[in-house]
């Protein structure tokens, strides 16, 4: 199960959501039924708003128009954070409006911020599979899996394949430049994320892998691991220390013992540096990506730390 049940339902509102089957008002309660759920049948575009936020006012109608237009290929939830913010934490949200795209019980794409129409067509219309854009999606999902098991050399191939035919293919883009940070040339990667249209800076796949390039080069500034190590030993409450000691683990591949570190400073002084060992934990859970394991129990057990 992706996200954990609120632990007293009965204070979370009512079970049924407003709305229609294609547009509807979710609550931490109906989530998993109409959100996770219903996302093994078809995708379900998730806006996380709150009434204070000028820019969801924008964003949403232009959502819901796009939406409406798929005739029910994709459903469209929308989530008030205000009243219903334990998703939001639990996701790692941290400004709104973000959307994100659920497939199969998991997040799969989203944004941040206000996009144009054109960009959440182009997302709506991937997420619906049309025919030429199925055949698309095919091709960076085998670039993906390509990636996943090492094939550097074919996954760049096949990134760069796509964006021979689409130059301003998220996917493609943000595929082949974590392709080209894997393969020891994070200057590469940031040439081929400027490929992308501004219009889509906050798109969350090119914000995974900036922030994996960040982290790389903070890594490298950082020294020797057993060095750190050592500090840390001789230091417990040397915070500083830990959070260079996390950050070189983060980048040689150890998440779970990166988190372990930075979850440690947050137990002990959360308003260290403020509060940056958490703003460290929430950069590693966005290069990481939405689905990643270590990023999914990072979140529970950051969110078991803050809400106890």
């Excluded at 049924?16 to 049948?41: L, N, Q």
């Excluded at 334990?86 to 019980?105: D, E, W």
């Excluded at 990643?292 to 529970?300: I, Q, V």
């Amino acid at each position: 199960m992706l996200l954990n049940q609120p632990a007293n339902p009965a204070q979370d509102g009512a079970s049924t959501p407003a709305g229609d089957d294609v547009v509807m008002d979710v609550t931490t309660r109906s989530f998993m039924k109409d959100v996770v759920e219903e996302s093994r049948k078809r995708p379900v575009l998730v806006d996380f708003w709150a009434p204070w936020c000028g820019p969801c006012k924008q964003l949403t109608p232009v959502i819901e128009k796009v939406v409406r237009a798929a005739k029910g290929k994709v459903r469209l939830a929308k989530m008030n954070t205000d009243e219903h913010p334990a998703i939001a934490q639990q996701l790692g949200i941290q400004s709104l409006p973000t959307v994100y795209a659920f497939v199969n019980g998991q997040p799969v794409d989203g944004f941040m911020g206000a996009q144009p129409e054109s960009q959440i067509q182009a997302l709506v219309d991937r997420l619906a599979g049309g025919a030429e854009g199925g055949d698309i999606a095919e091709v960076v999902a085998s670039g993906e899996a390509a990636l996943a098991e090492g094939d550097l050399v074919g996954a760049a191939e096949i990134f760069a394949a796509v964006l021979a035919e689409e130059p301003a293919n998220l996917k493609a883009i943000a595929g082949l430049a974590r392709t080209e940070l894997l393969a020891g040339n994070p200057e590469q990667a940031k040439a081929t994320l400027a490929l992308a249209p501004e219009t889509a800076a906050n798109d969350a796949g090119l914000a995974a892998v900036r922030a994996a390039i960040e982290l790389e080069e903070a890594a490298a500034a950082l020294g020797d691991v057993r060095e750190l190590e050592a500090k840390v030993a001789a230091n417990p409450l040397d915070h500083q220390a830990r959070f260079d000691l996390a950050v070189a683990l983060a980048a040689h591949g150890k998440r779970e013992e990166a988190v372990d570190e930075l979850l440690a400073i947050v137990r002990k002084d959360r308003n260290w540096n403020e509060d940056g060992a958490r703003k460290q934990l929430v950069q590693f859970f966005e290069a990481w990506g939405p689905t990643d394991e270590h990023t999914l129990a990072g979140r529970r057990r950051l969110s078991s730390i803050l809400f106890a």
